[in-house]
């Protein structure tokens, strides 16, 4: 899991992404690739990883999402950085409508996810999500189908302040 700038505590850090100082915990983090990726997958013409999309031997197809889940005491949302299966024809019908301002229309798209995030207590490797593409620019959103998994239940119903402190204490070492 990578997060803001590695000099990050869970009082104040710098983004990753603006490089700007920003007080409180980071509220994003994410994986720069899915869980099967291997590094000399790199070196094949039949594997490609970008920063949102990743195919592995022509047979493995990846997109990279957000979860996205409020923060009600900070007016925020909180963002894990996500890769998420999906089968050929729906990888196909997405990257062929990548650069489309009509992507939005698109029902969603089912998927795995395939990112672990040590925070819980339980695997979160294959739980069952709902992708859905948003504006031009814009990670899709995925949505965990409704369990009693920890990420599941905190995607429907919001975490506190001091559960992104939690966040950044493990996974930041602050």
Request: net charge negative; hydrophobic share 35%.
């Amino acid at each position: 899991m990578s997060a803001a700038h590695p000099h990050a505590d869970a009082h104040a850090h710098t983004c990753a992404c603006c490089s700007e100082p920003h007080d409180g915990p980071p509220l994003s983090y994410g994986a720069p690739a899915p869980v099967n990726w291997k590094p000399r997958y790199a070196r094949r013409r039949d594997s490609e990883l970008t920063p949102d999309q990743c195919v592995i031997k022509d047979r493995e197809f990846y997109v990279h999402g957000l979860i996205e889940i409020p923060v009600p005491e900070l007016g925020e949302t909180f963002s894990w950085g996500v890769w998420v299966s999906l089968s050929e024809p729906n990888f196909a019908r997405m990257h062929e409508l990548w650069e489309d301002p009509a992507r939005e229309q698109e029902p969603p798209y089912f998927g795995w996810l395939v990112t672990e995030l040590p925070v819980y207590p339980q695997s979160t490797l294959l739980l069952k999500t709902h992708v859905r593409t948003r504006a031009v620019g814009l990670r899709p959103l995925i949505e965990l189908e409704p369990t009693d998994h920890p990420l599941a239940v905190e995607q429907r119903e919001g975490i506190t302040e001091a559960r992104v402190r939690a966040f950044a204490e493990q996974l930041l070492g602050s």
